[in-house]
């Protein structure tokens, strides 16, 4: 009965090793053949400090208790792709800036306001970032549909989904 406990939890263990090597392989930028993705990837999801000497966004996502690894992420993508406006919406609609936006949709965002701001934000060529999208099943569901209805490049980070709306990029969806 040892053994066939031991066969089993060794197959299990194995089978968890194999989704980490490929989570590993997608997060160092292997396999992704798109340069602006491989930018992110090297510059943006590699880094574990913040990148630039600005730092407001790091402090107001702070302030809106998202946690320090995902503040640093979203503060060196910001720097990364060279915006010069961020929004935090919350539970309320928030006046857009014009021009192109980084756009931070926190987890208390209704999915009605999801819908909207992504409608707004996609149809300038802005960044959206929709935190905690696993949150509850229709709003997974909203997710989806932003990224099968815009013409924009998806990137699912588990607790955040990325949307880049450039006219020059090619649409596609990324799980890294």
Known sequence: MKIISRIKRQLFRG???IGAVIHVRHWRGHGIHSPFMYGIVRN????SRITGRDRTLYNALIRHRIGRKNGILLQNLYTHCKMERFV???AMDVPLPPGPVFCILLPNTTTETLG???RKILAQSGCLVVLAPHRSSRRWKV???IRQHYRCVSVDRRVMMLYFADPKLQPQHYRI
């Open 44 to 47: 943006v999801f590699m880094k």
């Open 88 to 90: 935090l919406v919350g």
């Open 15 to 17: 089978y968890f090793r």
């Open 143 to 145: 997710a989806q549909q």
């Open 116 to 118: 909207f701001m992504a």
